[in-house]
Protein backbone atom coordinates (compact mmCIF):
# COMPACT_ATOMS: atom_id res chain seq x y z
CA UNK A 1 0.00 0.00 0.00
CA UNK A 2 1.90 3.14 -1.18
CA UNK A 3 -0.83 5.48 -0.40
CA UNK A 4 -0.46 9.06 -2.85
CA UNK A 5 2.47 8.42 -5.20
CA UNK A 6 3.59 11.36 -6.97
CA UNK A 7 5.93 11.83 -10.37
CA UNK A 8 8.19 13.59 -11.26
CA UNK A 9 10.05 14.85 -7.82
CA UNK A 10 11.43 18.04 -9.34
CA UNK A 11 10.85 19.25 -12.96
CA UNK A 12 12.74 22.57 -14.18
CA UNK A 13 10.47 24.04 -17.23
CA UNK A 14 11.14 26.89 -19.50
CA UNK A 15 8.49 29.44 -20.22
CA UNK A 16 6.16 28.28 -22.76
CA UNK A 17 6.72 24.62 -21.94
CA UNK A 18 3.75 22.27 -21.15
CA UNK A 19 4.01 19.26 -18.92
CA UNK A 20 1.54 16.78 -16.57
CA UNK A 21 2.72 16.46 -13.02
CA UNK A 22 1.35 12.56 -12.12
CA UNK A 23 -0.77 11.23 -9.24
CA UNK A 24 -2.15 7.88 -8.33
CA UNK A 25 -3.38 6.96 -4.87
CA UNK A 26 -4.36 3.27 -3.97
CA UNK A 27 -6.56 3.48 -1.06
CA UNK A 28 -9.68 3.27 -3.34
CA UNK A 29 -9.91 6.75 -2.01
CA UNK A 30 -12.93 9.05 -4.06
CA UNK A 31 -11.64 12.52 -3.10
CA UNK A 32 -8.69 13.81 -4.63
CA UNK A 33 -7.45 17.16 -4.37
CA UNK A 34 -3.98 19.60 -5.94
CA UNK A 35 -2.31 21.96 -3.77
CA UNK A 36 0.39 24.52 -4.04
CA UNK A 37 3.23 25.71 -1.88
CA UNK A 38 4.95 28.60 -1.46
CA UNK A 39 7.34 29.99 0.33
CA UNK A 40 4.98 31.30 3.67
CA UNK A 41 1.93 31.14 1.90
CA UNK A 42 0.64 27.99 2.73
CA UNK A 43 -1.20 25.48 0.95
CA UNK A 44 -3.52 26.74 -2.10
CA UNK A 45 -6.09 24.24 -3.74
CA UNK A 46 -6.07 24.65 -7.16
CA UNK A 47 -8.38 21.88 -8.38
CA UNK A 48 -10.01 18.92 -6.67
CA UNK A 49 -12.42 15.67 -8.17
CA UNK A 50 -15.31 13.70 -5.89
CA UNK A 51 -14.82 10.90 -8.38
CA UNK A 52 -14.24 9.64 -11.48
CA UNK A 53 -15.51 11.76 -14.18
CA UNK A 54 -16.07 14.95 -11.94
CA UNK A 55 -13.43 18.02 -11.10
CA UNK A 56 -13.91 21.34 -10.12
CA UNK A 57 -11.82 24.32 -9.58
CA UNK A 58 -9.94 25.66 -6.36
CA UNK A 59 -8.92 28.87 -5.30
CA UNK A 60 -6.14 29.09 -7.90
CA UNK A 61 -7.04 27.23 -10.86
CA UNK A 62 -5.48 29.64 -13.59
CA UNK A 63 -3.02 28.36 -15.80
CA UNK A 64 -3.79 24.36 -14.68
CA UNK A 65 -6.25 21.86 -16.12
CA UNK A 66 -6.73 18.41 -14.83
CA UNK A 67 -9.12 15.06 -15.43
CA UNK A 68 -10.13 11.97 -13.41
CA UNK A 69 -10.69 9.10 -16.06
CA UNK A 70 -9.94 6.25 -13.28
CA UNK A 71 -10.40 6.62 -9.07
CA UNK A 72 -6.48 5.84 -8.88
CA UNK A 73 -5.15 8.95 -11.39
CA UNK A 74 -5.74 12.76 -10.83
CA UNK A 75 -3.22 14.62 -13.09
CA UNK A 76 -2.47 17.93 -13.24
CA UNK A 77 -1.80 19.73 -16.58
CA UNK A 78 0.18 23.00 -16.50
CA UNK A 79 -0.32 24.72 -20.49
CA UNK A 80 2.31 27.60 -21.42
CA UNK A 81 4.79 27.20 -18.30
CA UNK A 82 4.84 30.78 -16.04
CA UNK A 83 7.94 31.83 -13.71
CA UNK A 84 4.46 32.36 -11.47
CA UNK A 85 3.64 28.68 -11.52
CA UNK A 86 7.03 27.78 -9.79
CA UNK A 87 5.84 26.31 -6.52
CA UNK A 88 5.75 22.78 -5.10
CA UNK A 89 3.13 20.93 -6.05
CA UNK A 90 1.02 18.25 -3.54
CA UNK A 91 -1.29 15.58 -4.64
CA UNK A 92 -3.71 14.61 -2.00
CA UNK A 93 -6.68 12.22 -1.55
CA UNK A 94 -9.42 11.28 1.09
CA UNK A 95 -12.07 8.68 1.65
CA UNK A 96 -15.14 10.48 2.17
CA UNK A 97 -16.69 7.71 4.46
CA UNK A 98 -16.22 7.54 7.99
CA UNK A 99 -12.84 9.62 7.45
CA UNK A 100 -12.68 12.92 6.43
CA UNK A 101 -8.35 13.54 6.64
CA UNK A 102 -6.41 14.09 3.31
CA UNK A 103 -3.12 12.19 3.23
CA UNK A 104 -1.06 13.60 0.88
CA UNK A 105 1.99 12.78 -1.75
CA UNK A 106 5.43 13.63 -1.54
CA UNK A 107 5.46 16.43 -3.89
CA UNK A 108 6.65 17.75 -7.15
CA UNK A 109 8.94 20.45 -7.17
CA UNK A 110 8.88 22.73 -10.28
CA UNK A 111 10.89 25.50 -11.56
CA UNK A 112 9.88 27.87 -14.49
CA UNK A 113 12.37 29.84 -15.78
CA UNK B 1 -14.69 32.44 3.37
CA UNK B 2 -12.96 30.38 5.67
CA UNK B 3 -9.61 31.57 7.47
CA UNK B 4 -7.00 30.00 9.44
CA UNK B 5 -4.31 32.29 11.13
CA UNK B 6 -1.34 30.50 12.93
CA UNK B 7 0.83 32.05 15.53
CA UNK B 8 3.38 32.08 15.99
CA UNK B 9 5.13 31.83 12.28
CA UNK B 10 8.55 30.50 14.14
CA UNK B 11 9.03 29.32 17.60
CA UNK B 12 12.36 28.27 19.12
CA UNK B 13 12.74 25.92 21.86
CA UNK B 14 15.61 23.96 23.84
CA UNK B 15 14.81 20.39 24.58
CA UNK B 16 12.28 19.82 27.34
CA UNK B 17 10.83 23.29 27.07
CA UNK B 18 7.09 22.75 26.87
CA UNK B 19 5.08 25.08 24.87
CA UNK B 20 1.72 25.75 22.89
CA UNK B 21 1.08 26.57 18.92
CA UNK B 22 -2.31 28.72 18.03
CA UNK B 23 -4.54 28.06 15.11
CA UNK B 24 -7.62 30.74 15.15
CA UNK B 25 -9.99 29.82 12.93
CA UNK B 26 -13.44 31.36 11.17
CA UNK B 27 -16.00 28.91 9.34
CA UNK B 28 -19.27 28.76 8.45
CA UNK B 29 -20.44 25.33 10.12
CA UNK B 30 -16.88 23.49 11.42
CA UNK B 31 -16.85 19.75 9.94
CA UNK B 32 -13.43 19.29 11.69
CA UNK B 33 -10.20 21.04 12.60
CA UNK B 34 -6.96 19.25 11.32
CA UNK B 35 -3.13 19.11 12.61
CA UNK B 36 -0.42 18.43 10.05
CA UNK B 37 3.18 18.05 10.29
CA UNK B 38 5.32 18.94 7.71
CA UNK B 39 9.05 18.02 7.22
CA UNK B 40 11.55 20.28 5.23
CA UNK B 41 10.97 18.56 1.43
CA UNK B 42 8.11 16.54 2.40
CA UNK B 43 4.68 16.00 2.30
CA UNK B 44 1.89 17.06 4.92
CA UNK B 45 1.70 14.05 7.40
CA UNK B 46 -1.56 14.08 9.21
CA UNK B 47 -1.55 14.00 13.19
CA UNK B 48 -5.18 14.89 14.36
CA UNK B 49 -8.92 15.78 13.56
CA UNK B 50 -10.84 17.49 16.03
CA UNK B 51 -14.52 17.76 15.84
CA UNK B 52 -16.33 19.84 18.55
CA UNK B 53 -15.12 22.08 21.21
CA UNK B 54 -13.89 20.34 24.21
CA UNK B 55 -12.39 17.59 22.21
CA UNK B 56 -9.10 16.77 22.97
CA UNK B 57 -6.81 14.18 21.30
CA UNK B 58 -3.25 13.36 22.12
CA UNK B 59 0.12 11.22 20.51
CA UNK B 60 3.49 11.27 22.30
CA UNK B 61 4.17 14.62 23.35
CA UNK B 62 1.50 16.33 21.43
CA UNK B 63 -1.64 17.42 22.59
CA UNK B 64 -4.68 18.95 20.59
CA UNK B 65 -7.55 20.85 21.86
CA UNK B 66 -10.00 23.01 20.35
CA UNK B 67 -12.48 25.59 21.68
CA UNK B 68 -15.20 27.24 19.03
CA UNK B 69 -12.33 30.07 17.28
CA UNK B 70 -9.19 28.57 17.83
CA UNK B 71 -7.11 24.91 18.77
CA UNK B 72 -3.70 24.82 20.30
CA UNK B 73 -1.25 21.55 20.13
CA UNK B 74 1.05 21.79 22.90
CA UNK B 75 4.17 20.32 22.68
CA UNK B 76 5.21 18.93 26.18
CA UNK B 77 9.01 18.59 26.92
CA UNK B 78 9.67 18.72 23.34
CA UNK B 79 12.79 16.74 21.65
CA UNK B 80 15.37 18.11 18.34
CA UNK B 81 12.84 15.38 16.44
CA UNK B 82 9.81 17.27 17.03
CA UNK B 83 11.17 20.20 14.54
CA UNK B 84 8.69 20.87 11.80
CA UNK B 85 6.28 22.96 10.71
CA UNK B 86 3.15 22.32 11.79
CA UNK B 87 -0.05 23.26 9.87
CA UNK B 88 -3.63 23.79 10.98
CA UNK B 89 -6.67 23.28 8.26
CA UNK B 90 -10.21 23.62 8.77
CA UNK B 91 -12.86 21.93 6.67
CA UNK B 92 -16.45 23.13 6.29
CA UNK B 93 -19.80 21.65 7.76
CA UNK B 94 -22.24 19.88 5.34
CA UNK B 95 -24.72 22.16 5.49
CA UNK B 96 -21.95 25.08 4.62
CA UNK B 97 -21.22 23.39 1.01
CA UNK B 98 -18.86 21.10 2.58
CA UNK B 99 -19.26 18.10 0.48
CA UNK B 100 -16.54 18.25 -1.25
CA UNK B 101 -14.10 17.84 2.09
CA UNK B 102 -12.34 21.04 1.07
CA UNK B 103 -9.16 22.09 3.67
CA UNK B 104 -8.53 25.45 4.40
CA UNK B 105 -4.91 25.76 5.46
CA UNK B 106 -2.99 28.21 7.68
CA UNK B 107 0.43 29.07 6.49
CA UNK B 108 2.03 27.54 9.24
CA UNK B 109 4.00 26.91 12.41
CA UNK B 110 8.07 26.49 12.09
CA UNK B 111 9.02 25.00 15.37
CA UNK B 112 12.72 24.59 16.07
CA UNK B 113 14.07 22.34 19.34
CA UNK B 114 17.67 23.15 20.09
CA UNK B 115 19.22 19.78 22.01
Known amino acids: NAGVTQTPKFRILKIGQSMTLQCTQD?????MYWYRQDPGMGLKLIYY???????DKGEVPNGYNVSRSTTEDFPLRLELAAPSQTSVYFC????????????FGPGTRLTVT | EDQVTQSPEALRLQEGESSSLNCSYT??????LFWYRQDPGKGPEFLFT???AGEEKEKERLKATLTKKESFLHITAPKPEDSATYLC????????????????FGKGTLLTVNP
Open chain 1, 27 to 31: MNHNY
Open chain 1, 49 to 55: SVGAGIT
Open chain 1, 92 to 103: ASLAGTRSYEQY
Open chain 2, 27 to 32: VSGLRG
Open chain 2, 89 to 104: AVQAGRNSGGSNYKLT
Open chain 2, 50 to 52: LYS
